[in-house]
């Protein structure tokens, strides 16, 4: 900065206007302004949109020496040097791929002290390298941006964020800022822990994204279900999240066919047909992108109107983030799901089969279960998400389909000892399907070969149809009254709080599945 102008005292709200041209700062960014100027630690736990870039650029400015900002993102990190060049701001990043004379000339302005702001990958900071380049640079701040990735409970994990608590002992009295729009309590106390933010001011705002309307369905004809909700959306532009690439491929071109123009984006497709497509769902009004998880960090259209999942995304987390980017603008969005015991039995297949560490597949299957919990609960799907972030809401927002629509549930202990007598009467050796079909009395070769058909539970669920049996199942796993072993290919076994449920010292009730719901929805077929 050497405009005159600029030189004057470095107060919070003049750089703010006078380097941004923003009139004021928003939510709690001048108390997180505040706290890091004033030489202090600081974690910051704002949604997407917020505005946490701000929190570490004004105080880097304001503070003598450059700012540091730790982030594993290298197409983020060369947008923001781009944007803050175009302010006169003096910022540049260093990672893999940038080229010796950028490097030379990065170490020049480090050494002559006119850089304001730094950006680093993680991996360089734990180098020693980067230790003897800023051992006689007068450092501002140091900011660890997606701070989640130190913790194994965040949806993200990364093992380079783990040396990051160096930074403390190499560099003493400088002011540390940790950020993240992950907050759930798990991972805001391992990011604490981790990085040693004991004595860093805890900044956060409601998680709560009150313009989208979640919606969660049990999926029978996906396809069908999937048509329904974009014809409330017709028009407008949204997201359809799918697991495999394949299903992406099929899906979009399926409703091209349809009538609702869509392309498909996922890490399979050359880069230049991504950039075309994403370029495409960025400038298009209407357009319905359908996307693996590749889709979207970094991605800001305001006006997204929906965001569909087919399949189950990843955690919690990622529902949120994903869901998260409807809505930017402010305006009604709607979050929709299709879901079905399919997804949690390949889920848990992919954590047990998947090479990590036990502790780490503890923490998996521990993400699936409370992902569950928020599709099966009879409650305010709102409150139960917001919940999981370690928020308070008391409820009945009047915003998701459990509050639009309440959900009907019925005394079901009856039907849950019936459920869990015919798991342990088969051995605890089959899955959903098979038991079922002894409940239901359905006579398969597989009743028949494992001598199933001649026992008392064969046939003693009859007085429910196969979907409210499915339904209960799920809903027993969310219970945390069985659980599908993996090992065992998909076999459900009970947990030892099913034994209270036996002995008629527990009472069940469940939420009545209710396959199709909309709001306006017209079906063309059934
Ligand atoms: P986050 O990193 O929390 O997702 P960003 O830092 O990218 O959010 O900010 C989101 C958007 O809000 C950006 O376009 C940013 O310029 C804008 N913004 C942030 N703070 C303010 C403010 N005080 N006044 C006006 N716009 C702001
Ligand atoms: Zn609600």
């Not at 041209?21 to 108390?31: T, V």
């Not at 570490?56 to 781009?82: F, H, K, N, T, W």
């Not at 993200?156 to 160096?166: I, S, T």
């Not at 990011?191 to 860093?200: P, T």
């Amino acid at each position: 900065l050497t405009d005159p102008l600029f030189t004057a005292p470095s107060e919070p709200l003049a750089v703010l206007k006078s380097v941004y041209g923003y009139p004021a700062f928003r939510g709690k960014q001048q108390a997180v302004v505040e706290q890091v100027v004033a030489g202090g630690d600081a974690v910051v736990l704002f949604p997407t949109g917020a505005g946490k870039s701000l929190c570490y650029q004004v105080p880097s400015l304001c503070r003598p020496g450059v700012g540091v900002v730790i982030s594993p993102l290298i197409a983020l990190m060369r947008d923001q040097v781009e944007a803050l060049k175009q302010l006169g701001v003096n910022a540049a990043a260093l990672n893999s791929s940038i080229s010796r004379e950028d490097y030379g000339a990065v170490r020049r302005a480090l050494d002559a002290g006119t850089l304001d702001l730094l950006y680093v990958t993680p991996e360089r900071v734990a180098t020693p390298g980067f230790r003897e380049m800023m051992a006689n640079v007068e450092i501002a701040l140091f900011a660890i941006d997606e701070a989640h990735c130190v913790s194994q409970w965040g949806h993200d994990f990364r093992p380079e964020y783990r040396a990051l608590d160096a930074l403390r002992e190499t560099f003493p009295g400088v002011p540390r800022m940790a950020l993240t729009a992950t907050a759930d309590p798990h991972t805001r106390e391992d990011i604490i822990a981790r990085l040693g933010l004991e004595d860093a001011a805890v900044f956060t705002t409601s998680f709560d994204r009150p313009n989208i309307t979640y919606e969660i369905v049990e999926r029978d004809q996906p396809r069908r279900q999937l048509l329904e909700f974009l014809n409330r959306h017709k028009g407008a532009s949204g997201i359809v999240y799918c697991l495999s690439r394949a299903k992406v491929d099929e899906t979009s071109e399926w409703l091209n066919g349809q009538g609702i123009p869509s392309l498909p984006y996922h890490a399979g497709m050359t880069r230049e047909d991504r950039d075309a497509n994403q370029d495409a769902f960025l400038k298009e009004e209407e357009l319905c992108l359908v996307a693996t998880v590749a889709f979207g960090m970094g991605i800001d259209k305001p006006n997204v109107r929906y965001v569909a999942h087919l399949d189950l995304p990843g955690s919690v987390e990622a529902y949120y983030q994903e869901t998260g980017r409807a809505g930017r603008d402010g305006l009604p969005s709607e979050a929709w799901m299709a879901y079905g015991m399919a997804d949690v039995v390949q889920r848990g297949k992919m954590i047990e089969r998947g090479t990590a560490g036990e502790e780490i597949k503890r923490v998996e299957r521990a993400k699936l279960n409370a992902l569950l919990g928020i599709c099966e609960t009879a409650g305010c799907r709102r409150q139960a998400l917001l919940a999981h972030f370690g928020e308070a809401h008391p409820g009945g927002c009047g915003n998701c389909d459990t509050c639009l629509k309440p959900v009907d549930t019925w005394e079901g202990t009856e039907a849950a000892i019936k459920a869990l007598a015919a798991i342990y009467r088969t051995g605890e050796r089959f899955g959903a399907g098979h038991v079922i079909d002894v409940l239901t009395g359905n006579e398969t070769e597989r009743t028949e070969r494992f001598g199933h058909n001649s026992m008392p539970v064969f046939g003693a669920g009859r007085d429910l149809p196969v979907k409210t049996w499915q339904s209960v199942y799920r809903q027993l796993l969310a219970m945390g009254l069985i659980r599908v072993d993996h090992e065992a290919y998909g076999a459900m076994k009970l947990e030892a709080e099913a034994r209270a449920v036996f002995r008629h010292e527990r009472t069940i009730r469940f939420r009545s599945d209710r396959p199709t719901r909309g709001k306006a929805a017209k079906s063309a077929s059934s």
